[in-house]
C-alpha cells in the first residue's frame, strides 16, 4: 500500500494533455476512485498506483509523463513524515530519518544509503515491481529525491548520476532536456549517486532547522510503531474498502481485483486473522458513518447510499448496532 498523496499533480497534467474524459477513465481503468484525489491521506495498492501512472502516460501519449510529474511536486507533498525529516541537521540525518519514516508512506518500500570510495548512493526501492510496469512511477520519484537533497545543497544542485531499475528505453536527448543528469539503467531501484563529502552538508539556517533530540522524538513518536500493529494482508484490505467505498462500491470480488488476489485467497487470509469481509466492511463503513455524521451536513439517507447500503433503513439498523444509537441522534448529541 501507499499513501494517495504520491498522485501528485497526475490529473492536472493529463487533464491538460488529454482532457477531463481521459483523468476520469484512467482512474476508472486501474480502479481507483478519482474521489480519493480529495483524500491524499488514504492508502492505495501499490501496483494500482504504478499502473495509474503507465495509464496516465499512454493516454497523454508522453513517455516521459512520469518525470514531468514529479518534477512538480515537492517533497512536502508526500506528507509531513518528509516535512520532519527535512529539519534534520545534516543531510545524513535526513536521510537517516527518511529511511525510518519510509513505513509511514508506503509500509512495502525502503530507502538505502550506500557510501563506498568517496561516493554515496541513495536508493529508493520500492515493493516488489517484477510483473509491475514501473517506469513512470520510477521517473516521478526520482526529480523528488532530487528536490529532497537540493534542500541541503541549494536549489541548483544536482547528482553526478542517476541510476534507475528498468532497461534503457531510449529517449536520451529528450530526457536530458528535462533533468540534465546522465542516467544508467538496470540498478535495484531510483538511486542517485554524488561525492560523500555532502552528506555532512547543514541544513540552511533560513530553512529553519531544528534541535536535533526535538526532532528525533518527533520522528519517533511518528515511526515506533510496534511490531504486532504494522500493516498486514487484513489491515490492506481495510485500506482498499475504505478507497472503494468512495465510489460506492462494497462487493469482495472488487476489492479483491484490487488486492491482485483472488476472492477465495482473499477469504483465507481474513479467516486466518480472525476476521471476515463483512466484518472489515462493516468496520469501514461504520467509521465512514461516523464521519459523515460529525464531519458534514449529508442527510442520513444520502450517507447510507454513499456508503453503498441500497436501501437507508439497512443503513440504520447496522447503525443501531454497533453504536446503540440510531444514526441522527447521534449526530445532534454530538453537536450539541
Request: glycine residues 8%; proline residues 8%; hydrophobic residues 45%.
Amino acid at each position: 500500500m501507499t499513501r494517495a498523496s504520491g498522485i501528485g499533480p497526475l490529473p492536472r497534467l493529463l487533464e491538460k494533455a488529454s482532457g477531463v474524459s481521459a483523468v476520469e477513465a484512467v482512474f476508472r481503468s486501474v480502479q481507483i476512485p478519482v474521489q480519493v484525489l480529495d483524500h491524499p491521506e488514504l492508502e492505495v495498492p501499490f501496483g494500482a498506483m504504478v499502473r495509474l501512472f503507465d495509464s496516465a502516460a499512454k493516454s497523454a501519449g508522453d513517455p516521459l509523463f512520469g518525470l514531468r510529474v514529479g518534477l512538480q511536486m515537492s517533497p512536502g507533498d508526500f506528507g509531513p513524515w518528509v516535512k520532519t525529516a527535512k529539519t534534520a541537521p545534516t543531510l545524513r540525518h535526513a536521510l537517516d530519518r527518511l529511511s525510518a519514516a519510509l513505513q509511514m508512506h508506503q509500509p512495502e518500500g525502503a530507502f538505502s544509503l550506500d557510501v563506498a570510495q568517496g561516493m554515496a548512493v541513495w536508493t529508493y526501492i520500492p515493493p516488489d515491481f517484477s510483473v509491475l510496469p514501473i517506469r513512470q512511477h520510477a521517473d516521478h520519484v526520482l526529480p523528488v529525491m532530487i528536490a529532497f537533497c537540493r534542500s541541503y545543497l541549494g536549489a541548483e544542485w544536482l547528482p553526478v548520476r542517476a541510476r534507475m531499475m528498468y532497461a534503457d528505453p531510449g529517449l536520451k536527448a529528450a530526457r536530458f532536456s528535462l533533468l540534465a543528469v546522465p542516467f544508467a539503467f538496470d540498478g535495484p531501484g531510483v538511486a542517485i549517486c554524488f561525492p560523500d563529502s555532502l552528506l555532512g552538508k547543514s541544513l540552511p539556517v533560513a530553512s529553519g532547522v531544528r534541535d536535533l533530540n526535538t526532532d528525533d522524538k518527533e520522528l519517533g513518536s511518528m515511526t515506533n510503531v510496534p511490531s504486532t500493529s504494522l500493516p498486514s494482508r487484513d489491515m490492506a484490505i481495510e485500506s482498499i474498502v475504505a478507497l472503494r467505498i468512495l465510489d460506492g462500491q462494497v462487493d469482495i470480488e472488487g476489492a479483491a481485483a484490487l488486492a491482485n488476489i483472488s476472492v477465495r485467497s482473499l477469504q483465507r487470509s481474513l479467516s486466518q486473522a480472525g476476521t471476515t469481509y463483512s466484518d472489515v466492511l462493516n468496520r469501514v463503513r461504520d467509521r465512514k458513518a461516523r464521519e459523515f455524521l460529525l464531519q458534514t451536513d449529508m442527510p442520513v439517507t444520502g450517507i447510507a447510499y454513499s456508503l453503498g447500503y441500497s436501501d437507508p433503513a439497512n443503513f440504520t439498523r447496522a447503525f443501531v448496532r454497533r453504536n446503540g444509537t440510531p444514526p441522527q441522534h447521534f449526530r445532534t448529541s454530538r453537536t450539541m
